[in-house]
Antibody, heavy 121, light 110 residues
Framework: QVQLVESGGGVVQPGRSLRVSCAAS????????MHWVRQAPGKGLEWVAL????????YYVDSVKGRFTISRDDSKNTLYLEMNSLTDEDTAIYYC??????????????WGQGTMVTVSS | QSALTQPASVSGSPGQSITISCTGT?????????VSWYQQHPGKAPKLMIY???NRPSGISNRFSGSKSGNTASLTISGLQADDEADYYC??????????FGTGTKVTVL
């Protein structure tokens, strides 16, 4: 079945780096734009980043620009989020999500279960 | 990239209808048809309920409907049921080629 499974979360010290991954299955990954969305403990959803189906276009929320990098490896059906210079404000559950119909502008029809990232000394 | 504005909470009795508003600007909700709504139960991932303002994905009850007027989108839940109690979020595409979520609304079934 169509599925997204995140991994790589954990506890990391402020200022350090972490990479989270999202393994896709059950659909043609290379045809879909993909997103990262995060949710801080007890807070609402925040869109983080988007990568087009071909990896050429990447967009970020202002608060992570220059620190986070979204990428994809279609040979592995995997989406990544490289996070640098982490602060406690980056503490959140990180979800990957598939774009409806593969359209960059559209919403998110498939979500992973999320991976928790905790930034703490 | 300010969050879209939603009421913090909405409540209703079983069988009633409720409406959740989502107010943005002419740079997001007011310009694009790409407004979606998500349901999130505690400890769970969000679930798509409405996409492109008023379209329901396969498997979503027709008790859920969406609309838009100007810079404000709305989600209506009719025939309110106990399982509808959850947090609801709207989202929109923006003129900066990014996406933005609403502040979230907690729906309580009395």
């Amino acid at each position: 079945q169509v599925q997204l499974v995140e991994s790589g979360g954990g506890v990391v010290q402020p200022g350090r780096s972490l990479r989270v991954s999202c393994a896709a299955s059950g659909f043609t990954f290379s045809r879909y734009a993909m997103h990262w969305v995060r949710q801080a403990p007890g807070k609402g959803l925040e869109w983080v980043a988007l990568i087009s189906y071909d990896g050429r276009n990447k967009y970020y929320v202002d608060s992570v620009k220059g620190r986070f990098t979204i990428s994809r490896d279609d040979s592995k059906n995997t989406l990544y989020l490289e996070m640098n210079s982490l602060t406690d404000e980056d503490t959140a559950i990180y979800y990957c999500a598939r774009t409806i119909f593969g359209v960059v502008a559209d919403g998110f029809d498939i979500w992973g279960q999320g991976t928790m990232v905790t930034v703490s000394s | 990239q300010s969050a879209l504005t939603q009421p913090a909470s909405v409540s209703g009795s079983p069988g009633q209808s409720i409406t959740i508003s989502c107010t943005g600007t002419s740079s997001d909700v007011g310009t694009y048809k790409y407004v979606s709504w998500y349901q999130q139960h505690p400890g769970k991932a969000p679930k798509l309920m409405i996409y492109e303002v008023n379209n329901r994905p396969s498997g979503i009850s027709n008790r859920f409907s969406g609309s838009k007027s100007g810079n404000t989108a709305s989600l209506t839940i009719s025939g309110l049921q106990a399982d509808d109690e959850a947090d609801y979020y709207c989202s929109s595409y923006t003129s900066s080629s990014t996406h933005v979520f609403g502040t979230g609304t907690k729906v309580t079934v009395l």
